[in-house]
């Protein structure tokens, strides 16, 4: 089945630095990837779509450059949180969508990221 | 706008008990709708979807969940609770027009042995 890989798992980063998280789909082709947000013990919350080859559509109330998301291939989407600060801490996952599924609404998730920052 | 309730934050099982959990949506037309669980520090594994037909659908590990319109209800059981099936559950809808997936609160279950 189709498999989304997401790095890294885990990442702590001191404030003021940037850091970069990767979301590949392995065995299909996503035009289409999301970025999703999750505090502990809450749900996701949608923060972006990344659509391969142009610019990504952030939701309200996500700063985009803070968080740069960038589509460049069919099998990557990376999201880049620039100069993290503590508030920013949290669980980042991603999903593609694999076309090949039934009405187009198959969704993969990553095994998600928790960033860290001191 | 789409939303999902699931009314329930934390539910606490005996293994071999059966399982309900309550997920109730806002959407102007057919929804699709799905359930997801995760466990903690992963992602979202799907656990099934609906999108029209059978309103009864079946999912993996044993799971089922019933599409009622009447009740804008997509509730989630489990005839026997296993001790693995200690999660977060959450409970989302797809707008058609979007692609978008809009999750509820979540569900943590905990199994008592």
């Known amino acids: 089945g189709a498999v989304v890989s997401q790095h890294p798992s885990w990442v702590i980063c001191k404030s003021g630095t940037s850091v970069k998280i990767e979301c590949r789909s392995l065995?299909?082709?996503?035009?289409?990837m999301f970025w999703y947000r999750q505090f502990p013990k809450q749900s996701l919350m949608l923060m972006a779509t990344?659509?391969?080859?142009?610019?990504?559509?952030?939701e309200q109330g996500v700063e985009k450059d803070k968080f740069l998301i960038n589509h460049a291939s069919l099998t990557l989407s990376t999201l880049t949180v620039t100069s993290a600060h503590p508030e920013d801490s949290s669980f980042y996952i991603c999903?593609?969508?694999?076309?090949?599924?039934?009405?187009?609404?198959?969704?993969?998730f990553g095994s998600g990221t928790r960033l860290t920052v001191v | 706008a789409q939303s999902v309730t699931q009314p329930d934050i934390h539910i606490t099982v005996s293994e071999g008990a059966s399982l309900e959990l309550r997920c109730n949506y806002s959407?102007?037309?057919?929804?699709?709708l799905f359930w997801y669980v995760q466990s903690p520090g992963q992602g979202l594994q799907l656990l099934l979807k609906y999108f029209s037909g059978d309103t009864l659908v079946q999912g993996i590990k044993g799971f089922e969940a019933e599409f009622k319109r009447s009740q804008s209800s997509f509730n989630l059981r489990k005839p026997s609770v296993h001790w693995s099936d200690a999660a977060e559950y959450f409970c989302a809808v797809g707008a058609g027009n979007t692609d978008k997936l809009i999750f509820g609160t979540g569900t943590r279950l905990q199994v008592f042995p």
């Open positions: 065995d299909f082709q996503a035009t289409t």
């Open positions: 959407y102007g037309a057919t929804p699709y």
């Open positions: 999903s593609a969508r694999d076309p090949g599924t039934e009405a187009s609404w198959g969704y993969t």
């Open positions: 990344s659509n391969e080859g142009s610019k990504a559509t952030y």
